[in-house]
């Protein structure tokens, strides 16, 4: 049986995993970082070094590309240790990937890992190291895209998604 201290640090980490997803989705690199300690680091392949410069990577490149993206988290495996945890989460992520100067976009689809190392700095749990894995990917060509959903709000980055107003809002 799972001590208090045990659930709070099962939950205080899924929360970090959740706040990565939305920050990496709405290109928010201040979200993003509370998601990493300071000296983080993270090796996603295409960029290997400190989290928080991980953070401004990525958003700058889903700025570039033009695209959305969605990561879903599914099952998440925890072994805390302490103050630090071994942390294995699945997750399934599209990323539709514009060029503008081809006039072309692919949706871009994949599920792997994330292999964490969890650490509570601050009595605040956040990845300390990060390994992402791929374990399967499809690249798909355009498609059309149903034409009810331009009557849907728009989505994107701080300023356009309507979860920001919404969440700024105060009971």
């Known amino acids: 049986m799972m001590t208090l201290e045990e659930i709070s640090a099962h939950l205080e980490i899924r929360q970090a995993l959740a706040t990565y997803s939305r920050g990496v989705d709405r290109w928010d690199v201040d979200l993003l970082k509370q998601a990493y300690h300071a000296e983080s680091m993270d090796n996603h392949t295409m960029f290997n070094g400190p989290g928080w410069e991980f953070a401004e990577f990525i958003t700058d490149f889903c700025r570039k590309t033009g695209g959305v993206s969605q990561h879903h988290i599914t099952n998440i495996y ?8 071994n942390v294995e989460t699945y997750y399934i992520a599209y990323h539709q990937l514009n060029d503008e100067e081809a006039g072309t976009s692919k949706l871009l ?8 190392r969890f650490e509570k700095r601050n009595r605040q749990w ?7 894995t791929i374990d399967w990917s499809r690249e798909n060509l355009p498609g059309q895209s149903w034409d009810g ?11 356009v998604d309507p979860m920001y107003p919404l969440f700024e809002q105060t009971v």
Do not use: M, V, W
């Open 149 to 159: 959903a331009q009557a849907f709000p728009a989505i994107g980055p701080r300023g």
């Open 109 to 116: 689809n994949t599920g792997g890992r994330y292999l964490d």
């Open 78 to 85: 925890i072994e805390l240790h302490g103050d630090s945890a």
């Open 126 to 132: 956040k990845i300390a190291q990060r390994i992402c």
